[in-house]
T-cell receptor
Framework: DTGVSQNPRHKITKRGQNVTFRCDPI?????LYWYRQTLGQGPEFLTY????????KSRLLSDRFSAERPKGSFSTLEIQRTEQGDSAMYLC???????????FGDGTRLSIL | KQEVTQIPAALSVPEGENLVLNCSFT??????LQWFRQDPGKGLTSLLL?????REQTSGRLNASLDKSSGRSTLYIAASQPGDSATYLC????????????FGKGTTLSVSS
């Protein structure tokens, strides 16, 4: 069990640029989640995959955000035309089934200049 | 809309004390409840998961209880240690299908030696 891996750990970019984050879940976990966390707050749910199917999306996921999980393995989260308000920690989690805990990666911290 | 509240927001105790962290949620129709630990700049580590049909779970010095009807959970930490210093987050899962977690803002614990 190598844990959930996220890359990059930090991303600094200028407003208006596009960014992409990657998440590698625990290998046997078919469920994958993306969350966003700002300072002093708990994580907020963004989207959920079961295998390659994106089954749930939060209204927080504006049309500038897109997530994919090709072949049900790793996942990518892309933000287009970044805005100051996108600055946050983006967390990925995976689980085997709903009766098991979600395991989180260390996140990607996004800073918008 | 489900809301999760954690009290207190911050807590400082001397080493060796037993302590209780509180979590409340507004809608009792939860699927399960999880407690996590988060160290600064890191992701979340799952501590305990309580299914909606359970009353408590224990792991080492940690004991979590769940009273679904009153919308409350507590995390009891026995014989606190400086290494327990972290932010503790409570989260509820609303259903088996989506399993998106709704988080509280957390309690930041500081244990002094």
């Amino acid at each position: 069990d190598t844990g959930v891996s996220q890359n990059p750990r930090h991303k600094i970019t200028k407003r208006g640029q596009n960014v992409t984050f990657r998440c590698d879940p625990i290998s046997e976990h078919n469920r994958l989640y993306w969350y966003r966390q700002t300072l002093g707050q708990g994580p907020e749910f963004l989207t959920y995959f079961q295998n390659e199917a994106q089954l749930e999306k939060s209204r927080l996921l504006s049309d500038r955000f897109s997530a994919e999980r090709p072949k049900g393995s790793f996942s990518t989260l892309e933000i287009q035309r970044t805005e100051q308000g996108d600055s946050a920690m983006y967390l990925c989690a995976s689980s085997l089934d709903p009766n098991q805990p979600q395991h989180f990666g260390d996140g990607t911290r996004l800073s918008i200049l | 809309k489900q809301e999760v509240t954690q009290i207190p927001a911050a807590l400082s105790v001397p080493e060796g004390e037993n302590l209780v962290l509180n979590c409340s949620f507004t809608d009792s129709a939860i699927y399960n409840l999880q407690w996590f630990r988060q160290d600064p700049g890191k992701g979340l580590t799952s501590l305990l998961l309580i299914q909606s049909s359970q009353r408590e779970q224990t792991s080492g010095r940690l004991n979590a209880s769940l009273d679904k009807s009153s919308g409350r959970s507590t995390l009891y930490i026995a014989a606190s240690q400086p290494g327990d210093s972290a932010t503790y987050l409570c989260a509820v899962s609303l259903n088996q299908a989506g399993t998106a977690l709704i988080f509280g803002k957390g309690t930041t614990l500081s244990v002094s030696s």
